[in-house]
């Protein structure tokens, strides 16, 4: 077999000098946290700002609408979406609570979580709580070890038949903490038998899951782009499926119109340069191959770093199945290092560890009060990032074992 070097000449280190900003010595295998962003596509949001210091007024009085439309049409394109069905937004967390405040809720209605929902899911929901008097919430607990959809299915449908108040399932496509990509599709079957709207957080999906929104059954979808797309922090979107009847409203417009490009593109005087990059974005994976080549080589890399990292450290991954593992994203268990437990908060003071010490961001989790490592991978990674990393991950272990020695 073809080494990985050998199969994907375009990639890994040389991308990472020819094409990236990244500092030298520096190690980001922290993607699923936000993407590192191409050098023309840095060129896409410079010339964007160059141009509307040099002339201030004219972009807002005559170039923002063009310049959302030209971005949500190049995404649109790349979601396989309408884009009349997409407005863009700042960010999940925006796209979220914009698609909550737009629900007509009626009093004792029920709004289903998991217990995997990121934070701003939960904020935006007591957001809605607030404004609507006698909703209320309930939780899905979606725990390892998982053996197949079939389990977490199961799990929604007893939710829903034990309480016919459920009118809207927020679910995540993939969940942060544990990462593992749900049967969505089989879950907004199940809520499509009992009238139930679907909102799906998939933060994680666009540019690493390849996505067709015209043939999905969701009511609602919303992502960002500054995860696995290129693309600069500050610009998500927020699908809207033709069959739902009521008009999504936006956070904040000064738009005196009800239509959606109005409502989300006209809210006064902010920063757009993030929007202004998106084709620019869409092409660049577009000239790397697609998404068809990206994922060829970041899935086989994700494989080599998994298992290099399993073999030294003797662990294993998240007792999943390989199935539901989304392809860039793998969680390892890290061996025991000393000094350190297995809460969160050790996860994240070891994680500064890491950046302190070895100049390594990366992210760590725990799980079922154990420590993981969630893997990611991208085009201008190598196996060497992972290798440095596992054996820093060594050395701080066997200078804990010394220590507790020597007391």
């Known amino acids: 077999m073809e080494s990985l070097q050998e199969q994907f000449p375009e990639f890994g280190t040389k991308l990472r000098q020819t094409d990236f900003v990244l500092e030298e010595g520096y190690t980001f295998i922290n993607h699923g946290y936000v993407d590192a962003v191409p050098k023309a596509v840095i060129a896409a949001e410079q010339r964007f700002k160059d141009e509307t210091r040099r002339q201030p007024a004219n972009y807002f009085l005559r170039k923002q609408l063009s310049t959302w439309i030209k971005g949500r049409d190049s995404v649109a394109d790349f979601l396989n979406a309408d884009p009349k069905d997409v ?50 919430t309930k939780v899905v607990n979606i725990d ?139 092409e660049y994976i577009q000239i790397k191959g697609g998404l068809e080549r990206i994922s060829a080589y970041n899935t086989r890399l994700l494989q080599m770093a998994s298992d290099h990292l399993i073999s030294l450290w003797n662990t294993s991954k998240l007792p999943i199945p390989s199935s539901m593992e989304p ?17 969160q908060e050790d996860a994240n003071s070891l994680m500064d560890l890491m950046y302190d010490n070895y100049h390594i961001d990366v992210s760590l989790k725990s799980v079922n009060n154990q420590l993981y490592v969630r893997l990611s991978v991208q085009i201008y990674n190598c196996l060497d990032d992972y290798k440095k990393f596992g054996e820093a991950v060594m050395s701080l272990a066997e200078k804990g074992k010394i220590r507790n020695s020597e007391c």
């Open 327 to 343: 392809p860039f994203l793998r969680m390892i268990r890290l061996p025991e290092v000393p000094g350190f437990g297995t809460s």
């Open 144 to 282: 390892v070890p998982i053996q197949d959809n079939a389990q977490v299915v199961n799990l929604y449908q007893e939710a829903l038949d034990n309480d016919p108040s459920v009118r809207v399932v927020v679910m995540e496509y993939i969940p942060c903490p544990c990462t593992v990509q749900l049967p969505v599709e089989e879950i907004i079957q199940l809520c499509q038998k009992r009238n139930v709207i679907t909102v799906i957080d998939g933060a994680h999906a666009p540019g690493h899951i390849q996505l067709n929104l015209d043939k999905m059954e969701a009511d609602f979808f919303t992502a960002n782009f500054y995860k696995w797309m290129f693309v600069p922090w500050g610009c998500g979107f927020v699908w809207k499926n033709k069959k739902v009847t009521f008009p999504l409203r936006c956070l904040t417009s000064s738009s005196p119109n009800d239509d959606m490009v109005s409502q989300f593109c006209l809210q006064g005087f902010k920063e757009d340069s993030s929007i202004s990059t998106l084709p620019t974005a869409v």
């Open 87 to 136: 407005v863009l937004v700042p960010n999940v967390t925006t796209g979220i609570s914009s698609i909550l405040m737009s629900i007509p809720f009626k009093t004792a209605d029920t709004i289903l979580l998991t217990n995997q929902a990121y934070p701003c899911i939960n904020n935006a929901c007591s957001q809605t709580l607030h404004h609507n008097k006698g909703v209320k």
